[in-house]
C-alpha cells in the first residue's frame, strides 16, 4: 500500500510559476505510476499529466508546455513544476498512484493524496 502526500499549493498571480510535490510512502513506489489531477468547484476531476515507472510523460492539452511532472525515485516524491499559471488553472491539484502503466483515466488509479490548492488570480 502507498500513503500519499501533497504539498506546494498556495495563491498566485496569473504567470507566477509553483512547484507541486507528492511525497510517497513506503519502498515500492518506483514500482508504481504516479499522475497529476486536478477538480475545480463544480467540475469533474481531471487529468493533468502523468509519468510512468521508466519516466515517460504525458500531459493534457490545456498545461503542455507550461507543465512538468518528473519524479525522484530515490526521495520517492514526484514533482509538478508549474510555470505560466493562468487563472483556469484554479483547482485543487491530487497525485494518484498505480501499480501498471501511466493512464490518463482517474479511475484507475488505486491511491490518492489529499490534495493542495492552487488559486491563480488574474
Known amino acids: 500500500q502507498v500513503q500519499l502526500v501533497d504539498s506546494g499549493g498556495g495563491l498566485v498571480q496569473a504567470g507566477d510559476s509553483l512547484r507541486l510535490s507528492c511525497a510517497a510512502s513506503?519502498?515500492?513506489?518506483?514500482?508504481?505510476?504516479m499522475g497529476w489531477f486536478r477538480q475545480a468547484p463544480g467540475k469533474e476531476r481531471e487529468f493533468v499529466a502523468a509519468?510512468?515507472?521508466?519516466?515517460?510523460?504525458y500531459y493534457a492539452d490545456s498545461v503542455r508546455g507550461r507543465f512538468t511532472i518528473s519524479r525522484d525515485n530515490a526521495k520517492n516524491t514526484v514533482y509538478l513544476q508549474m510555470n505560466t499559471l493562468k487563472p483556469e488553472d484554479t483547482a485543487v491539484y491530487y497525485c494518484?498512484?498505480?501499480?501498471?502503466?501511466?493512464?490518463?483515466?482517474?479511475?484507475?488509479?488505486?491511491?490518492w493524496g489529499q490534495g493542495t490548492q492552487v488559486t491563480v488570480s488574474s
Open positions: 494518484a498512484a498505480r501499480g501498471g502503466y501511466a493512464s490518463t483515466d482517474p479511475r484507475s488509479y488505486d491511491y
Open positions: 513506503g519502498r515500492t513506489f518506483s514500482s508504481y505510476a
Open positions: 509519468i510512468s515507472k521508466s519516466g515517460g510523460t
